[in-house]
Each structure stands twice: as C-alpha cells, then as structure tokens.
C-alpha cells in the first residue's frame, strides 16, 4: 500500500504542476516550455534553505514560492514580446540555462552530486516522515493549491488573462495592460510550480539536476494538454492519468532504462494522438464537464471500434 | 470649445513609402466624422496611429487637448478611445456576456480581488452583468448570452463589436468599415444605432467605404488620399469637391465596395 | 600551435555541423512557418542508422552515411506525412506539441534498441593531425569542413538551378501562391523534410565519426542548430549557414571566458538575447522581424 500512497504523492505534486502550467498555457496562452526550471528553482531554494541555512520547512516553501515566482518575472520581461513558438523556444532556453546553472554552480548547489538529506517536513512539532503522513500533508496542499488556482482563473482577472489567450491586440484596446498580467499569470504558474518542488525536494530528501528537465516539462504539458487546455479539471484528471498510466510498465520485467524509455513513449504516442484526434484533451473549456467525459470516452470507443455508431458532437 | 480629437501634421512611413503624410483633421464633440478615401489611402493606419497600435514618425494627437503620442494602446484606450477593426477582433472562444465584461470599465480585475474578494465581487459582477445586458437588448443580441462569440453571424459579431466598443463609455467611438460585408437590414440597424448615439452626445470617427451610408450619417467627411487629407467638409460639399472626384475617379456616387 | 587559432578551428568545425543541421529547421520554417522540433531526432537517428550499418552489416562508412541519409530521409517524410501533416491549419500549437512529443518519442525508442551507451564511429586511433596556421586539425575534421562545403555548395545550385529547388524557393516566398501558380506543395514540403533530415543524418554521422552517438545528443545540437538559424534569419538559407559558424565560433571562443560546464548554456543564451534583440537574425528582413514579436497587427 505504501508504494499506491506513494504513487499518490507525486500525482498530488503533479497536479499542483499540471494546474500552474495550465493558466501559463492553457488560460493566458503563454507557450512555456520552461516550467521544470521553476519546479526545480522551488525545489532547490527550499532544500537549501532547509538543510544548509536550518531554516524551518514553512519558511524554506515560502521562500520557495517566491523564488520561483521572481524567477518567472525576470524569464517574462525580456520574453513577452516573444510570440508562440519562439517564445516556447525562449523559454526552453531559459529553462537550460537555469539547469547548467544547477549542474555547474557547484559550490551552492554540489552541481551533479545533488543534495542529500533534505529534511522532512516539521509543522508545529509535527515532523511528516512516513509516506502517508506526507501523503495527508501534500494533499491538503494540493487541494488547498487548486482551490486558489480556481479562484484566480474564475475572476475578472482570470477573464483578462483568457482574453489574452483569446486576442491580444482586442484585449489592448480594451484598456488591458496585457504585460503586467502576463508577468503576474507567469510569476503564479512559476509560485505554484515552485511550491510543488518543495514538496517534491522534501520527500524525495534528495534532489539533483536530472529531475528538472526539459523531458519534465513535456510531462507537464502533457498532461495539460491532455485534461484540455484552459480546463482546471481536466489538469488535474490529465495528472492523474499521466502519473498512473506508465505504472503497469514496472511489473513487466524489463531493465530500468527500457522502463524509463517506455514511460516516455506511452506519454509521446499519447500526445501525439491526443494532438491528431482531439486537440482539445479530455475537457476543453466548457461548463457541461459530466456530458463532456462521457462524450470523450464514447467517442473514443467509437474510434477504437467498440461503439458501431458515432456518437452525437457537443457542441 | 476644443475639439475632442485634434490630429496635426501626421506622418508614418513603412520602408520609405508614406503610408500617412502630414495629414490633419479634428473631430469635434458629439459629431460623426467620417474618414474616407480610396483602398491604401492610409486610412486603418491613422485609426492605429491615434489608438497607439503603431507609433507616429512624427505629428501630433491630442485627445481633449492631452497628447496620445508615445502612449501605449491599452493607456489610450484607458483614456477613453474604443475602436473596432476592420477584421472583426473579438475573443472567439468566450461567451457574448464574458466579451462585454471585459470591455467594461471594472477596477477589480486585478490580483488582490480575485483571491481576496473583499468585498465579495458577486455583486459588482452582477451590477456590470446587468449594464451588459442592457447593452445587448439594445443592439438586439440579448439572447445570445450564453453563445460563444464565434458561433454569432458576422452581422452579429459586427453588432457585438460595436457594442462591446461602446460599453466601455468611451469619450469618442472609432469604427474601422462597420457596414462592410453585412447585410441591409443589418446595415440600417448599425446605421440608426450610431444616430441614436450622435443624439446622446457621442463622437464617432468613421471610416467606411459605403458612400450612401457616410453621406447619410456624418456630419464632417474628411478624405484621404495617399495619406493626406485632401478634403475636408459637409458631406454635400466634400461630394462635389474637385480633388475628391479626381481621386475616386469621378465615380464618388457608384458605391465603392471592397 | 596557437590558442587563438584553435578555438577558432574548433569553432568552424562545430560551425559546419550546426550549419548542415540548422538548414533543415530553416528549409522547413521558410515553407511552413513551423519549427520542427524533432529535426534534432532526425539526426540522431540518422547517426545510430550509421552505426547500425557499420558495426552490424559491416558496410564502409561512405555506404553507411548513404544508408543513413536515405533512411532518415524516409523517416523525415513519415514524420511530416503521419504527424505535421494533418494538423497543418489547426494553429501553431498543436504541430508544435506534436513535434515535441515525437522527438521524445524517437529519443526513447532510440534508447530502448540501442542503450544508453555512448557509441561511436571513429575508426582506428585519433589521427595525430595536421598543423594549418597554428591549430592542429585532423584528418577526420578536414573531412567534416571538406563535405560540408561540398554539401553546401550542391544545394546553392540545387535551389538555384534545379526545377524542384525553384518550386521550393517558390513556396518559400509564398505558399498559397505557390499552390495557385501549379506547384504541387505536398510534393515541395516532402522534398523539403526528405533533404533537410538527409543533411540531418549527415551532420549526425559526421559528429559520430569526430565525437559520440548517443540518445541525447539530438536535443543540445538540435537546439544549437536552431540557434544557428535564427541567429542567421530563420527561413533564410545563407543566414543558416552563416549563424551555424556564428555560433560554433562564439561557443568556442566563448568557453575562452566562462568555465566550460557552461558550453552548451552559451548557445541558449545566444537564442535567447538573437530572439529578444532581433528575432529577424543576421540575414533576416523587416517582414521576419514582425513573426517573433506580437503577431504582425492587422495582416
């Protein structure tokens, strides 16, 4: 059981990930392909924070948090004039330049080696060591997370940044400063993200640069794009989905690397089909969810052959 | 009194062609004026000159004697200058009712309120709905809510432009071709609806290559040719001018559509 | 032998490599306005085709490199037919993502039948080299300049004299004309990925041949080699040959200055500063300078 709750965690820090990408991408239409680097940033300040400095764990996520947001800001002001694909690729950059940083800045961050013993998390004396004390503790984040995420996205201020997504040039000349939103929608990706990492750094207690690139970012947007972009829900069932689904591979006796490989072609052939027959994911930006799950799973029995008539399209 | 839009001396070029040279124009209070001229008059380019889109070479634009130059285009429509595009611009994939609540004025779009709420926004958002809506009923499109921008007509989506345009209550309205491509009973109601606007005190600037449709409707044409204004006048008096009938080829009463 | 003058043969021989490489992305953006981001696949593939040929069909290495570049060749075309495709009016998004997933897709698979091992395809012992105008330069290097001048030059005339290279450059100034005028554009675009992914596996053998194959190594020089091209004007071909030895150059000599953990991070700065200065590039025209920033205003 330990290794469900286990499994449960880290779905937990994914759809902390999943849900912060998702108002980049999906609600402000920012294209960034640099989110591991954020989710890495959280994760390397709150270790060392923790660990070197002694600071207490809530204090280290804070500074966590704002790290990360900071770094959003700063990676925003010189890209935002940065359209779509160049501004994925911009970004991108970013996220290798942060993580050569990682590897090379060896007398913070012990480059390769990674730092060990990251302690685990202490609230008011209550020390969270085993995985389902952690588990309660990540979950109540999580929900906690997506619950602001929510209240952000269904906001006049969450309207502003679809209207961005929607057309930029409309939204200027409806008086919207569209940079200062921008920078504040990547500064709350990058805030959530970088929460996620804490939580991340402190579970595993151990963290290096090889977890914090780009193959991340494409499992984030992975799941993103599979829950629907612009779709909170569907950031989260995309998480989930995406954390369980290579699962199964482990039992099969394979070596560890053919594992790892063959988790990368069941999230790319997912995506790649994903792109070619529903663009949308799971849930597009809709509010008949319930009729839209069912839709999608009709559909895809119709496709696969396992319904002989087509399923009626929402509209 | 001082006109409302003043423009002096306007100049933009792309790679050495003057798209708008030394051209100058006023737009009075409570007046629609419409800007004419042939297709590449430079016509768009001074709408995006004055609503900061694209910046000026050199000239000057004064809204209510203050100066527009250098601001940037959410700033200048801040400053109460809504326009509409002449390729409708409207946030395709959002609701009707979600694509006025942008367009009107709202001081809690920002961070703070969409976590904090206090106070509770629901009922400044349903005191803006209620505005919207009463918005919608008067260019007819109150029933399409609910309905994505995208699945309107294109009349509609002209009509939702407008409207959207003028929810924010801006001090002067700029329509880039609000009747081309729609239909003449859509073409009277957008007709009569900037009338009625006129009668409430708005300005308008127009441009719009219906002929039949400025003649009727403005007080002041001024017409453009290669980025200058050639004429400037009474609709029936631009109509005769020498230099008007040269540019259009002596064809100003064929209805010019593109 | 001279510092100086080896760093800058370094960088010229990195140089070529980028240059064959960014063509391909730059051949495909000018006629799609789309990066393919799998190009930096294509490579690798091309480079373990190689190695394939050499180590278990015992083939010389000139049969190998024309095994590897016909074969990565049809493997650009499948890419572009089953995967870009269909989704080439569906927005700028989806073909990216797909591109994405599709590059990782061939970096796993390459991984599963090939390992994880560094491979290589140098032959016999490192060559002592050739001094020219102080830095010592090896035969295998001379080679990597030799054909890429060579290549270099056969596509100019291609483009420039060949039916097919006119109805390419065609399609780059303007597709739907193109299309219009009689060009047959599915053929153009899939000759278009057929020769920019054999140059791939070209630059992929050649870098074999010079240094190691592995999984990985399509991201970092895919990545270098898009560089290369904006940094030369995306869509425009002299430019990508000309920023493919800017950045070698800068690379190499940057090293000179910052500790050398940081090489591959010189090229994602260089992106990055060419994207936020001057996304046209070096080569690259107003009208390019317009697709980097906010979507061209009323076009």
Not at chain 2, 10 to 28: D, Y
């Amino acid at each position: 059981m330990a290794y469900l709750e286990h499994l449960l965690v880290l779905a937990s820090i994914y759809i902390i990930l999943s849900a912060s990408l998702n108002i980049i991408i999906g609600f402000t239409g920012m294209l960034n392909l640099g989110h591991a680097a954020f989710f890495g940033i959280g994760a390397y300040i709150s270790a060392l924070l923790a660990k070197v400095i002694g600071l207490s764990w809530i204090a280290s996520v804070i500074f966590g948090i704002i790290g990360a947001a900071l770094a959003g800001v700063l990676i925003g002001i010189p890209c935002l004039r940065l359209r779509g694909d160049y501004l994925a690729i911009a970004t991108l950059g970013f996220g290798e330049i942060i993580r050569a940083v990682m590897k090379n800045w060896t007398s913070v961050t012990r480059g390769p080696l990674g730092i060990p013993g990251i302690p685990k998390p202490e609230l008011l004396g209550y020390r969270f060591a085993s995985v389902n004390e952690f588990l309660l503790l990540s979950v109540v984040i999580m929900i906690i997370s997506v619950w602001l995420i929510h209240r952000i996205i269904h906001s006049p201020f969450g309207r502003v940044l679809r209207s961005i997504r929607e057309d930029e040039i409309a939204s200027l000349s409806l008086g919207k400063d569209i940079i200062k939103y921008k920078l504040l929608a990547l500064a709350i990706g990058a805030g959530f993200a970088g929460l996620a990492g804490s939580l991340y750094a402190h579970y595993i207690t151990f963290i290096d640069p090889t977890t914090f690139t780009f193959t991340e970012t494409v499992l984030m947007v992975s799941m993103v794009v599979l829950g629907g972009m612009g779709s909170l829900t569907g950031s989260i069932i995309g998480a989930i989905i995406l954390t369980l689904l290579p699962e199964p591979i482990r039992f099969v006796q394979l070596p560890t690397n053919v594992v790892a490989a063959s988790r990368q072609i069941i999230y790319s052939v997912a995506l790649i089909l994903l792109m070619l027959f529903r663009p949308t994911g799971i849930l597009g930006e809709n509010p008949n969810r319930k009729n839209k799950i069912l839709y999608f799973f009709k559909h895809l029995a119709w496709k696969i052959g396992l319904r002989t008539n087509k399923p009626e399209q929402l509209i | 009194m001082k006109p409302l839009l003043e423009i002096e001396h306007l100049n933009k070029s792309f790679g050495g062609i003057k798209a708008v040279n030394s051209c100058s124009f006023i737009v009075p209070h409570g007046k629609i004026v419409g800007l004419i001229g042939p297709n590449g008059a430079g016509k768009t380019t001074v709408f995006n000159l004055v609503t900061g889109f694209l910046s000026s070479d050199s000239g000057k634009i004064k809204l209510d004697g203050v100066s527009l130059v250098g601001m940037s285009p959410d700033r200048i429509a801040r400053m109460g200058i809504s326009r509409t595009f002449q390729m409708i611009r409207l946030f395709p994939h959002m609701t009707v009712i979600d694509n006025m609540m942008l367009a009107i004025k709202n001081e809690r779009e920002g961070l703070f309120d969409a976590v904090f709420r206090i106070p509770p926004l629901s009922t400044e958002e349903k005191h803006n709905e209620e505005r919207c809506m009463e918005m919608l009923e008067y260019v007819g499109l109150e029933t399409k809510k609910h309905e994505k921008a995208k699945n309107l007509s294109y009349g509609q989506q002209k009509l939702l432009e407008i409207a959207r345009a003028l929810i924010a209550d801006p001090e002067i309205l700029l329509l880039d071709e609000p009747a081309a491509g729609v239909n003449l009973t859509m073409l009277k109601k957008i007709g009569d609806l900037l009338k009625k606007l006129r009668s409430q005190g708005k300005t308008i600037l127009i441009i719009e290559h219906n002929m039949e449709f400025i003649m009727n409707l403005c007080d002041t044409v001024v017409v453009l040719d290669y980025g200058q204004e050639i004429a400037v006048g009474a609709p029936h008096q631009v109509r005769k001018n020498k230099k008007v009938l040269d540019a259009y080829l002596g064809n100003i009463d064929v209805k010019i559509v593109t | 032998m001279s510092v100086t003058a080896q760093l800058i043969a370094n960088g010229i021989i990195a140089g070529a490599i980028y240059a064959l490489v960014a063509l391909g992305y730059t051949m495909v953006y000018g006629i799609l306005k789309f990066i393919n981001f799998a190009h930096g696949e294509v490579l690798m593939m091309g480079a373990y085709f190689a190695y394939t040929c050499v180590n278990y069909l015992g083939m010389p290495i000139w049969l190998a490199l024309l095994v590897a570049m016909a074969l990565s060749a049809l493997l650009g075309v499948i890419i572009e037919r089953v995967a870009y495709k269909p989704l080439r009016y569906s927005g700028r998004l989806a073909p990216l993502i797909t591109a994405i997933a599709l590059s990782i897709f061939l970096q796993s698979m390459a991984l599963i039948i090939w390992g994880s091992e560094i491979r290589t395809l140098r032959q016999g012992s490192v060559s002592k080299g050739n001094e020219i105008f102080g830095a010592v330069i090896t035969n295998n290097q001379l080679l990597i300049i030799a054909t890429t001048v060579g290549v270099l030059i056969i596509l100019h005339l291609f483009l420039k004299y060949a039916k097919l290279g006119k109805a390419m450059r065609a399609a780059t100034d303007n597709l739907p004309l193109a299309a219009t005028i009689g060009i047959e554009v599915d053929k153009v675009i899939g000759i278009t990925f057929a020769i920019g992914s054999a140059l791939a596996a070209l630059a992929g053998v050649l870098v074999g041949i010079e240094q190691n194959i592995e999984p990985t190594m399509g991201i970092t020089l895919g990545i270098k080699a898009f560089t290369a091209a904006v940094v030369g004007g995306i869509g425009n071909i002299q430019g990508a040959v000309l920023g493919g030895f800017a950045v070698g150059l800068i690379e190499n000599i940057g090293i000179w200055f910052i500790p050398s953990g940081y090489k591959d991070a010189i090229a994602f700065l260089v992106l990055v500063i060419m994207l936020i200065f001057r996304p046209s590039g070096i080569l690259g025209t107003k009208k390019e300078e317009e697709m980097g920033k906010t979507e061209s205003l009323f076009g």
